[in-house]
């Protein structure tokens, strides 16, 4: 089973959002950055090779940064409505031709490869993604962002707000209207910026999306460059946990948690707590921790992470652990 990321890196379409997608740092630094972290970690991490899609013109790498990382220049405007979509949103109709219509790095990909697709700017590997699809040959994989409990830094209050601002239509989506409106046992926001799955699985995912967010720009109401991505990606995922809106009613236990979905802290294995929330579940600090001054509250999670990181395959908003930091940041050993 071969293993292969996909990332985006867009930057000639119209951007309020920054993230990947702004100009705060050249094509070429970020592959090089990408490339060191995963030659760094190859013992723990294995053969990964990231396949960067861009609209950009960059300088080629040398024959060792290409073989963990390979550039794939996309002619944005070939994509349905490129002109009014936003990047975050563009890269799904991007990752869909990607799968659909493979490059010939990517031609011997079969059904049962392993595929992810993450943020390049904040998202950092740090297990052997393909023992994650070995294990869940049939979930989708994607990464927690928060809890779904009230003030676990207004995730889903940003949501109804992004909905809102992009004249986005809850009504058709009720899974995700329910998640957002009501009290639901699903214990937490989804984040798309790591996703994935076996590609037999992962590949319709990804149509789905893609179908969706021209569904919604197609729409005379829709806010040109107003981004979507992530209503969508949780409607799908919530939908992936139920057949019906009436079981997303039912005790945690009742939904389909590692047979159609793999999630992240606090549920699963995909990533560590993002920004290093613990959603009221951390756990137990060492002795010198317990009540540790402010001085000492970042180190002392710092700490911890790096404890826990072993039992996690990526890391999300969290400095110390992601990519851009591939020396420094693992210290005492870990690599």
């Not at 009014?84 to 990909?109: K, V, Y």
């Not at 998202?123 to 994650?132: A, D, Q």
Request: contains cysteine.
């Amino acid at each position: 089973m071969s293993m292969e990321l996909l990332a985006a890196h867009l930057t000639r379409a119209h951007n309020p959002h920054g993230g990947d997608f702004g100009h705060n740092s050249s094509l070429g630094t970020r592959a090089r950055q990408w490339a060191s972290a995963l030659r760094l970690r190859r013992s723990r991490i294995g053969a990964i090779r990231l396949t960067l899609v861009h609209d950009e013109v960059v300088e080629m790498l040398d024959d060792q940064q290409d073989a963990a990382i390979v550039l794939h220049r996309l002619d944005v405007s070939s994509l349905p409505m490129a002109s009014i979509m936003a990047p975050n949103d563009l890269r799904w109709l991007a990752f869909e031709r990607l799968l659909e219509q493979p490059p010939a790095h990517l031609s011997h990909d079969t059904e049962d490869d392993c595929v992810a697709i993450v943020d390049v700017s904040d998202v950092g590997v740090i297990g052997n993604v393909t023992s994650l699809c070995e294990q869940h040959p049939h979930a989708i994989f994607a990464a927690s962002d928060a809890c779904g409990v009230g003030g676990t830094r207004g995730v889903k209050a940003w949501m109804r707000s992004q909905a809102s601002r992009a004249n986005f239509s809850l009504a058709t989506t009720p899974w995700l209207r329910r998640q957002l409106t009501q009290r639901s046992s699903v214990p937490v926001v989804f984040n798309c910026g790591i996703a994935g799955g076996r590609r037999g699985v992962f590949a319709p995912f990804v149509r789905a999306m893609a179908s969706l967010i021209r569904q919604h720009y197609a729409r005379e109401e829709a806010v040109a460059w107003r981004l979507v991505d992530m209503l969508i990606f949780n409607e799908l995922v919530l939908r992936r946990l139920a057949d019906t809106e009436e079981a997303l009613q039912q005790p945690r236990e009742a939904l389909r948690w590692n047979h159609s979905v793999v999630t992240g802290w606090p549920l699963g294995p995909v990533n560590l707590p993002m920004w290093a929330s613990f959603c009221g579940q951390e756990p137990q600090h060492e002795a010198s921790c317990a009540n540790p001054t402010r001085e000492k509250a970042d180190e002392c999670v710092r700490r911890l992470m790096l404890r826990m990181a072993p039992d996690f395959y990526f890391v999300h908003k969290v400095p110390y652990l992601q990519h851009p930091l591939p020396t420094r940041a693992w210290t005492r050993g870990y690599r």
